[in-house]
């Protein structure tokens, strides 16, 4: 009987720095705090800042009504016209944005600047691609996911396109993407924005699911690189179970397992991994 814990488990670089700066403005102010949105993508977390006062806005125009203090971009970033509007309001904004996401802002803003298209290959609902997309100079812009939307994407003939992608978009489904679009013989630079964080997560839940009887991946519901790791363990392992917590999980499905991979997304706090993990090895 084995259980496997992927070493790659747990906070990304992105992810705990976000959270590391939530507590550290907590400790060091008097002021009234806010997030805007999530500061990541888990429950768990979200409830633990509450319980230290800090108060999630969903909508910018909520600050219209609110005491001044400091709001803090989550780690998915947010567009420049986001920003201006926090600013406007009269809030000092804490910008706690993924570096590796804040380098795409950057990339989309200068290569549309100098008169580029701009693919964005990643969920059009994702507040990440959300951001990227709000850093775009004009309307020269298209968002796809699928096969089918790259098949049918028609690019501006008259200049060169410049693709980027999400960074928890699955590699190789990025891959596969581009070669469609490559082969129609546009004018394009592919700039593969994927995290390597994000690549090896999904390098190494996928070969421990090919190794496995069963597969547990653990991340909030709402979490795009979870959702992503669920699907790559569910091709390779069809005993694949996505839980949020130890209390998702019934421990009595794994009693005539032989071996247990473990998984979990960038947003997944250490305290839970250990639990799920402690859990399994016990029925075990």
């Known amino acids: 009987m084995q259980v496997t814990l992927a070493k790659s488990a747990g906070f990304c670089f992105g992810v705990k720095r976000a959270v590391n700066m939530v507590y550290e403005e907590v400790d060091k102010t008097n002021e009234p705090i806010y997030t805007y949105g999530p500061i990541i993508h888990n429950d768990e977390v979200v409830k633990d800042f509450e319980s230290k006062g800090v108060k999630l806005v969903r909508e910018l125009k909520e600050l219209a009504d609110l005491p001044k203090g400091r709001i803090i971009v989550r780690s998915h970033g947010i567009s420049r016209a986001e920003y201006e509007e926090m600013e406007g309001y009269g809030f000092t904004v804490v910008d706690a944005t993924c570096p590796f996401v804040r380098k795409i802002h950057r990339l989309v803003d200068e290569h549309s600047a100098a008169g580029e298209y701009v693919v964005i290959i990643g969920n059009p609902k994702h507040p990440e691609v959300c951001g990227i997309r709000g850093w775009v100079n004009g309307e020269g812009v298209s968002i796809i996911e699928s096969v089918e939307e790259a098949d049918a994407l028609i690019l501006p003939e008259d200049k060169r396109t410049c693709i980027v992608s999400q960074t928890t978009f699955n590699y190789n489904k990025f891959q596969d993407l581009v ?61 694949t179970y996505y839980i949020q917590t130890s209390r998702d999980m019934d421990y009595q499905l794994l009693r005539s397992i032989n071996n247990v991979g473990i998984t979990a997304g960038a947003s997944t706090p250490n305290n839970i991994i250990e639990e799920v993990s402690k859990n399994v090895r016990n029925e075990l």
């Open 179 to 239: 070669e469609i679009i490559s082969k129609k013989g546009y004018d394009i630079i592919v700039l593969n924005t994927i995290c390597n964080a994000t690549e090896e997560r999904q390098t190494e839940a996928r070969q421990i699911a090919k190794e496995v009887d069963a597969m547990i991946v653990i991340g909030d519901k709402n979490s795009s690189n979870t959702q992503k790791l669920f699907e790559i363990c569910n091709t390779e392992c069809e005993n």
